[in-house]
């Protein structure tokens, strides 16, 4: 008793594995048709889901083809179509594959709009569907500032081989002839057979031609009408004066500040410039035209003969023409005029005062 109680287990091991048994006794039959019936219900809901999915799918797809993609409301009637240049709606509803009829569902806006985007005219384009029948296509062009031919006495507006360029340097044909390409300057010299349009010229005299084109565009002072691009190391321009001016490649600004200011020199002067080398920045040779009045024809010098034809014509008397002479006839005058000559021959002698002769005085 002197000893401290422990806790000890009244049950061993064993004893508390039976006391977790229960004995149950289930006849196989009836297992059985437990089992079935768990399987039919799985089974028949598993069909009742799939149907009501496939009927939600037939019906939705039908219900899509009536009311969406049949539906004459939704049926594309109206595009408009808005451009600031020469693209006709023709060539631009081809190019985005929209055509009038198609369901506004259809239309894919991006195949269009890369469609467009290929054409070397357009430079940005932005569609938009106005739901339920419209669509909206506005098409911003390139803008030409000049025209680019291979030979200088190209006429650009009539020759199939031209090519109209923009301030970035790219190339392209136009359908439709405006009246303002009339007036756009033209650069030559320029090999133009490999031309592609949409191609972009970036050699170093054509973006020294186009820099000249764009910083005289806003210029009532001077225009650029040709520019010569044949050379190579140089832009010979041609002015409306015709007037030639040699531009350099580089510092195309600083050139033509220098030009406008001989400009102004040469009005206070009173003088029309003719050729101006810009190439040369110190002492830059100018020209000018002569006046009319300076400029007087003259009278050509009598060819000089040569010494041997001299000597020749000096030992060799050259005969002149006789030219036929009429003899003298004797006219009988009358009386009335022999008395005339009479009366003023003796008047003469009337008149005439006699000399004296005085002696000689010592």
Not at 57 to 86: C, H, K, M, Y
Not at 129 to 155: F, G, K, L, S
Request: net charge positive; aromatic share 4%; hydrophobic share 40%.
């Amino acid at each position: 008793m002197n000893g401290k109680i422990r806790n000890q287990r009244l049950s061993s091991n064993r004893m508390r594995k039976q006391q977790h048994l229960l004995e149950v006794s289930v006849r196989a039959g009836k297992a059985r048709s437990i089992r079935n019936r768990a399987i039919a219900s799985i089974t028949c809901k598993t069909i009742f889901f799939v149907g009501l999915a496939l009927g939600a799918w037939i019906g939705g797809q039908e219900a899509l083809r009536r009311f969406v993609w049949e539906n004459p409301e939704l049926a594309l009637s109206d595009i408009r179509v808005s451009t600031d240049g020469a693209l006709q709606r023709d060539q631009i509803l081809q190019a985005g594959g929209v055509w009038a009829g198609v369901n506004i569902f259809k239309v894919d806006t991006d195949r269009a709009r890369e469609g467009i985007d290929k054409l070397p005219q357009v430079e940005r384009v932005e569609i938009q569907i106005v739901r339920p029948n419209r669509v909206d296509i506005t098409v911003t062009e390139r803008r030409p500032i000049a025209w680019v031919t291979e030979r200088a006495d190209e006429i650009p507006t009539a020759s199939e081989k031209s090519w109209l360029i923009d301030a970035r340097g790219v190339v392209m044909k136009t359908k439709r002839m405006l009246e303002e390409y009339f007036h756009l300057p033209h650069i030559s010299g320029v090999p133009v057979a490999d031309f592609v349009a949409g191609q972009r010229v970036n050699t170093v005299e054509m973006q020294a031609a186009l820099e000249i084109v764009r910083l005289d565009a806003d210029n009532t002072r001077w225009q650029a009408r040709n520019l010569d691009l044949s050379k190579g190391y140089c832009v010979i321009v041609t002015d409306q004066n015709h007037a030639k001016i040699t531009f350099g490649l580089d510092e195309i600004d600083q050139q033509i500040d220098r030009l406008l200011r001989y400009l102004d020199r040469a009005d206070a002067e009173k003088k029309e410039i003719q050729t101006v080398n810009l190439l040369v920045r110190k002492n830059t040779p100018v020209t000018f035209h002569v006046p009319e009045e300076d400029a007087l024809p003259t009278a050509p010098a009598p060819p000089v003969p040569p010494p041997e034809e001299k000597l020749k014509s000096r030992e060799t008397p050259v005969a002149k023409p006789v030219i036929p002479v009429a003899k003298a006839v004797p006219v009988a005058t009358p009386a009335s005029a022999k008395t005339k000559s009479d009366n003023r021959s003796s008047s003469r002698a009337k008149s005439t005062p006699v000399s004296v002769r005085k002696p000689f005085r010592r």
